[in-house]
């Protein structure tokens, strides 16, 4: 138990729907992340929020719309995605962006999209 | 730019033996920071260890110790007398101290028989 939580666990979702991921953590931190993590692939990052604020947004496409409505709280909103995109999408936290800290992640939601 | 190599995909051993998992990595920083973290099969990452490049220091933690070598710009990690519950998949990445990323590696599948 890291401290940060993610629901739901497993998504199965059409091309044509709109989902949305959630993450809280309950650590006191700052930042908050999005990684993706593909088979044989390294993870990779996608967002970032630091105080709320966004601070990275590393070529994402436009179908993945993330919100940040306070520090505890991070949503990744899902629509009209590919095939390509299925995957395990984990959410972490850290005590401030910029900084040395490490970041604690979440058990992921696992994406499969159909 | 910043990148983290292990070259090890696959590991298998057998309890009780030692094993150590390489990381390599690539950085101009001349402020980084180098982690560790554990990613066994329910998902969420655990954080394992953080280095800082000017503290070249070899850590231990109980059946873990790791070596970091700036003059090989390597940050291998052992486990001594290894159990069934460290199989996973572990993960070396590299922090910047410029931009505050994490570049992690490809990750390194470790599988330990009874």
């Known amino acids: 138990e890291t401290g940060v939580t993610q629901t739901p666990r497993h998504l199965v979702m059409g091309m044509t729907n709109k989902k949305s991921l959630k993450c809280e953590q309950h650590?006191?931190?700052?930042?908050m992340y999005w990684y993706k993590q593909s088979a044989k692939k390294p993870l990779e990052l996608m967002f970032v929020?630091?105080?709320?604020?966004?601070?990275e947004n590393n070529s994402v496409p436009s179908r993945f719309s993330p919100e940040c409505p306070n520090s505890s709280h991070l949503f990744l909103h899902l629509h009209t995605l590919q095939p390509e995109d299925s995957a395990l999408y984990l959410c972490?936290?850290?005590?401030?962006?910029?900084?040395?800290?490490?970041?604690?992640f979440g058990p992921g939601t696992r994406l499969t999209v159909t | 730019a910043q990148k983290v190599t292990q070259a090890q995909t696959e590991i298998s051993v057998v309890e009780k033996e030692d094993v150590t998992l390489d990381c390599v990595y690539e950085?101009?920083?001349?402020?980084?920071?180098l982690f560790w973290y554990k990613q066994p099969p329910s998902g969420e990452l655990v954080f394992l260890i953080r280095?800082?490049?000017?503290?070249?220091q070899n850590e231990i933690s109980g059946r873990y110790s790791w070596n970091f070598q700036k003059s090989t710009s390597s940050f291998n990690f052992t486990i001594t007398a290894s159990q069934v519950v460290d199989s996973a998949v572990y993960f070396c990445?590299?922090?910047?101290?410029?931009?505050?990323?994490?570049?992690f590696g490809q990750g390194t599948t470790l599988q330990v028989k009874p």
């Open positions: 972490a936290s850290s005590q401030d962006f910029l900084q040395s800290y490490e970041q604690y």
């Open positions: 650590l006191g931190h700052n930042a």
């Open positions: 929020y630091n105080f709320k604020e966004q601070t």
């Open positions: 950085t101009r920083d001349t402020t980084y920071y």
């Open positions: 280095r800082n490049s000017f503290d070249e």
């Open positions: 990445a590299l922090l910047s101290g410029n931009t505050g990323k994490l570049i």
